[in-house]
Each structure stands twice: as structure tokens, then as C-alpha cells.
């Protein structure tokens, strides 16, 4: 079975995809080497809605589900490698 992409969700994995590459990529083996914590790159996915996809819009999310939120996530994940 083959799952097909909303519009929604390939924008969002589209823009994740594009946050790691230009903001994670280029810091991540220093983070990890350091072992410190990626303050600014937090705030940056905060401010760009990342952590907040799955969170309904009455309380300021994106009222995505659970699996538009993996999808950001697996992005993200993606750039720290």
C-alpha cells in the first residue's frame, strides 16, 4: 500500500527537509561533538511552527495530526545526522 501525501504535508516535509539542510546540516557534527544544546536551532523550529504541528490552532499549533508531525520530524532528524 502506497500512501499518497496531502498538498499540506508535502509542503510541510518540504520545508522541514529545507530547515535541516540550511540551519542542522552545517552545525550538527559540532553540536555533537560539543554535547551542547541547539538553542537557536530550537527556537528557529519553534518560531517556524515545527513543534507546534500537532498542537489543535485554538491553543496557536497547526492543528496537523500525529503523522504531519512525523513527517516534520523526520526531516529534522535527517539534518542532525
Known sequence: MQLELTSEQQMLRESARGFARERLLPV???LDESGEFPRAEV???AEMG???V???TEYGGAGMDAFAYALAMEEIAAGLR
Request: no cysteine; aromatic share 8%; proline share 8%.
Open 50 to 52: 515545527f513543534l507546534g
Open 28 to 30: 550538527a557534527a559540532m
Open 43 to 45: 527556537r528557529a523550529m
Open 54 to 56: 500537532a498542537v489543535p
